[in-house]
């Protein structure tokens, strides 16, 4: 009963600038952990950058100073503002959420949203 709808994926040239958007609806109480991973071809996922209830967040060094990780809370919303892109940030980005529903805690993947940077 929980349903995690990514949009913002594209194609964009090295330089260029993205918006990812993860929103997370259903039968949720409480969402804790929300996160962005992707996988290159050939590679294994790996996490991009993630974001706490309370705001903190966690980047993989390769994005530091050129993602941005943010949520509103209120609409159960994550978003993944990512600027100076290169072609080596080409994958598909999945959201990832942990959240309390059903009386049990649980974790969400979204189906995952294409990036590719190239010129």
């Known amino acids: 009963q929980v349903q995690l709808v990514e949009s913002g994926g594209g194609l964009v040239q090295p330089g260029g600038s993205l918006r990812l958007s993860c929103a997370a609806s259903?039968?949720?109480?409480?969402?804790?952990?929300m996160g962005w991973y992707r996988q290159a071809p050939g590679k294994q996922r790996e996490l991009v950058a993630s974001i706490t209830s309370d705001g903190t967040t966690n980047y993989a060094d390769s994005v530091k100073g050129r993602f941005t990780i943010s949520r509103d809370n209120a609409k159960g919303t994550a978003y993944l503002q990512m600027d100076s892109l290169k072609p080596d940030d080409t994958a598909v980005y999945y959201c990832h959420v942990d959240l309390w529903s059903d009386y049990r805690r649980q974790d969400y993947w979204g189906r995952g949203t294409q990036v590719t940077v190239s010129s």
């Open positions: 259903g039968s949720i109480v409480t969402t804790y952990v």
